[in-house]
């Protein structure tokens, strides 16, 4: 039997707290999901550390993963199936693409690509392309199926609808992470009505547009993605376990770039403090891996790693005020200063995190476009841009809003046991 | 300031998806939640394994913990408060004993402490009594507060209705996790009316007691329970994983006393090896340790550990029978030899698991009691136990259901390539 | 374009709180819904005089009309559709008989239909059959296809598999009632998984059957159906609402049979009071007519219809004691007596309400059978009554559960202004 | 005993979908309950006509009115109580002005009071002054008591946080229909975090404020208002609905004052028609009574009544056009004409409706104040407005939206029989 149209002898079902279920009809997606690149996305938590903030955002990239690919699947199956624009031969390529998105992503990827310089797609491709579970079975559809598979997810595909299903302002990956960010988190924001969503997107030749009746639907849901950022996403006690952990990953690898001999060697990490990353090594990490060297190094001699470390693990985080770079960079050097005198390392104890959103960006002539903008479809059958058409939209379109602070120890810098003048000017400083 | 009674200058509350916040305004509470051992309980699932078959369950005993305290916190605070039943000192008591109940919990406990002979009781005494930060705290209440939440949590104390609070067949802890089970899963049983409960609740001196006119919010309670026992908790592929699991440590603990060379000294495992495991030494242990070892044991040479690591990293679990061991004892042991004649150890590949569940257990005289009956409170002050006034819970009240099953590698069963004719038979034994 | 199976150019949707949304695409349906016969639902009320009890319950047979219509037809297009035991040709009738199943209900048809001696089954037929507009559309499909709509809702249908579907343990006016019960009341109670369900129910020659599988949602359903009877459908204080309804209709009908001269000659009602009420004006009968009329009568001169009506519009219930009839009849024969001496005519202010249901109850050979079965599809293709597989549902089958009040006016038999001793021997004996 | 603070000997509760419970322990509050003032309000729906558009909305102002006394009752109880700023006598008062706020509300009021001039605030006083069970009720807690609830709801009151409690853009009463209307509707929107925001409320003295930390919660709170007025409370269906009503008044009062006797005289709308509506003529006017006068009508003889009196009952209500009444002024009057000639009164037959919504509107010094702004408490004690500190509020602040829509019985022009060329060119004038 062709290997693309196989279907599973019954239909299986993944029981979803956010879309119900998940159903899977084809023996490829089955197939997927069973290897082992993909079964690792269950040791990668969806919001990195934000479990920190709300204890309930426990939930990983597999979950997220499966909901991409149930939203793609009732799009395609119960809206675009049977409509001229739609190419039924697109429909497995989808699934896949939707599926297999997030495959790269590494263990609290946020700091780690920061710090080690990957980018997880580019891992995302490597999995689709290279010597993998994965690629074997996405290879079984047809020889260049990994490539186009990759393909839409680098947003290179020829197809521009079927890369416009994971890679748009309004697309199933964003509506997935969205509800599902909210369900576990518990917060009331995130909820939009994407059931109305589903029934008024059109396959259009080179995207998805959204029928004008709804078009309030898109409003609320692009209102909900504004709250989720700022009430969860950028939420500063989240911001502050990744400035530790980014620090974590610094101070390792200073460490290692000195010589320092770790009690337990931290072979995981070897390939990423040298830079040279493979395929294999890169798929060996996730964060239980991470957790036990966090774990072990809390007893590490290096105080600033083991401090770190122990901060991380038992969430003594560091606090924060608001701070303004522009205009204090000055009382920056200043603290620095003070933080080296009371035997602190400003490198590591005294950093500023910044955090800015475009609540809905849309592509205008001459600016580079980042994610597809919203197209509605007018009765009349013209299409026109969102913010065209919405007052909330255009009103908050564009407006890009950032948030600095600074984050420090404060149980250390509130302990007058030592160096005492110091901490009281640099209290004074923070005005704590 | 009296420690037992300080309270934070403003209130914390923790956002929390089943109880929407989680309110603590005592100091003490607070100070307990920031301990290392408190902390370690976001590293330990609430349903250990069951992720494998619900992918939604992959909250931690962190957030239970929590809401068995906020539970009793509403209890104590919005109900019992002010009636001549309750003594407002044991206040404190009631809360700390919610938030640590589970405190000794160990990585996957199920297998875990089946396999290595622990309790996770005794530890979570252990962590209360002995050198730990969450002792401090409490002495600092007062010199035997420590040992009147050890009591608590051992059902010796002698205040029972304190006990009954979270041990009971209706207690805190039961409440939270059946909801909160069921919210992680996504399953629809699981609900019930707590409020309702709640508002019904009654101190008495040696328990808790229910109004009568909230007797059917606690027979749909009791439903949830019996729903959830099924559906959930003694779900076949979990029990699977669970399988894979405890022969996971059986094999390593094996090849231990074999004096096995391991790529990777399992240092964490050897005092669970040796039947000598401090407090110390398990609260290094947690889920993110255990996997890890599994992640590197994928590769040891020892085909059995690797394998096994493999299967229950990757999902790929056991497929499973049903199995009735009263009558089928000869055909078990049959099927035994022709596993070892096709090259599989029975002893790991061929598992018998059992599971049952008495949804409503009550006290009678003479027979042992496990966890207090519910007890009704009649319009006339009498007290009545609940199977008495309930028809449901009459019904079903008593009749243990068991059910047994039978776990082995269908994969390797059904791949012909080698022993072809012995796989046949073993295929033919199991009708499959 | 045949009628049968035209469709309209786009899709309706009608917005449900219960099930989302509510999709027409037939062109019947949407005719249908247009008619004056079912826009009259929207002014019977689902529930009668529930939301004096739960404030919430003022949702119409109207959109329970709309819910059963759209089970069904998920049923039918989602679930049976494309499998052999299902015939296509009869999905059009399948959906009017469910749209249509109430079409007859009166206004507070339990009090009305007892009284008067109506039946609105019959009326439903006699709608669907008889000249009406709903009557002209279902014509415009064939000739006999209103006979086919009314021998389903009659049951007497040749196709059982389509009665079944409306007519069973478990068919779509139950789902749809007990969850939209449920939400619009407010309680815990009336949910369950009907996803699940409609997921493993499978077509068989004379009836729906559910898949083995799906045994534990079938249990909650079972479970929910229980409590909302005891909860919801038979609350005391609902039923105090009907026995004043019961006598207000009473009271009327005795009144005109006296020739009494209304203030307000009660023309809708000439036709019920002389038995001889035709579909016409059966049709002007609605719950806005009756209020109309029971706020008139708040002022008649009869005392007992005047004292009747303004206790129903202000919700001045009577109260009620446990009862027990067949022990207890020498105390209400006293009783009368007394009430007659306090000027009270017992005949309309001492009433024994009863209640009894039967949680699950299966057909047994030899006693007749009311709705159908619950079957089980077992994996081996058998077929088995549900509760032979079920320990819940056989602990609680056929167990017939009564409960018996007597219902009289408190604030009058409290008010000791006059007739002091009879009042406090009447309380005695109440033990009020 | 002072009847200002009698209690209840239990509390009671009454089951609510939107608050879960609503909670009642003060006698006062319990006998104002059950009067027959405040029983009358279950016979005026929440929404008027809206139950034509959303099937679900056949909620009323009674379960309304009880969640705004409970909201306000969480407030004063939960938040305020205990606060320096808050002064507990006033509680009572707070309690029974949120109670009683929309007493007055008479049938459909929204065309009700446009037709017949009246206003349903000034009805709410009346009944809160005049001869009635609710002045009765709180004539007993003092004299002058009914004087300061009437004060309250008038917003004359001096302590203008009393006031601010049930009208400024965010009280209880439009935190109460927000959330009651989108689950009676069952739409999405109308969902915001209210826990949240209650707990962030801090008594002013002249005001509530909200501690900026709550800042988002509010933002979605308006956001959720913007959706709900513009999906629902100005969904053209409705308002066409509301065409036909008013113009039903219109006819039914014109007629009158034409002498045109009516087959049944209409007394219950004689002092509607006169001017000269008393209070007891009020309070015996409901949706039923309406109801049955349009019931009746529909087989009145002159034909603009029963027409409009059919469409209403059977839902067959205009449909609409887009219409800018600026600069198609021309285009009506021909419209006018032609529908004259075709045989159509434009006065009943073509009517232009708008409705406009501000999202959020404040104050600003020298504009008149409809409704309190909102006021944020700074960190530092300041006091903000909020559309100063939020980008979003400040980006949707003070837009009026305003639209427009010509409605007109569209199946009488596409009816060809009769005045067909006629009909063609209103048709092609319409555009439809």
Redesign the interface.
Known sequence: MDYSVEKLREEK??????H??VHVRDRVIWDLI???EF?RL??IKQLGTT?LT???A???R??HS?GVYEIIRRIVDDVFDGRPEWNKEERLLSLCAGLLHDLGHGPFSHSFEKVFNLDHEEFTLKIILGDTEVNKILSKVSEDFPKKVAEVIAKTYKNKLVVSLISSQIDADRMDYLQRDA???????G???M??IL?VMRPREDQVVIKHSGM??V??YI?SR??MY??VYFHPVTRSAEVILTKIFHRAKHLYEQSYSFSLPPVHFYSLFEGNCTLQDYL?M????F??YF?IWQDEKDSILSDLC?RF????LFKYVEFDPAKEYKKLAELSALFAKAGLDPEYYLVVDSSSDLPYDFYRPGEEEERLPIHLLMKNGDIRELSRES??VD??SG?R?TDHKLYYPADFIHDDRTKRNIKKQIRTLLEI
Do not use: C
Request: proline share 2%; no cysteine; hydrophobic share 30%.
């Open positions: 079902v993944f029981k979803d707290p956010v119900r279920y069973g290897t082992k079964q269950r040791r479990f709300f204890h309930g426990e939930h990983t597999f979950t499966l369900y576990f988190t518990g917060v009331s924001y909820h939009f009505d059931e109305r029934r309030h639907a409003e609320d209102m504004y709250q700022w009430q060996k996730d964060e239980a891996v957790q036990y774990q122990r693990m038992n969430r003594n007052e909330i009103a908050i407006k809003r």
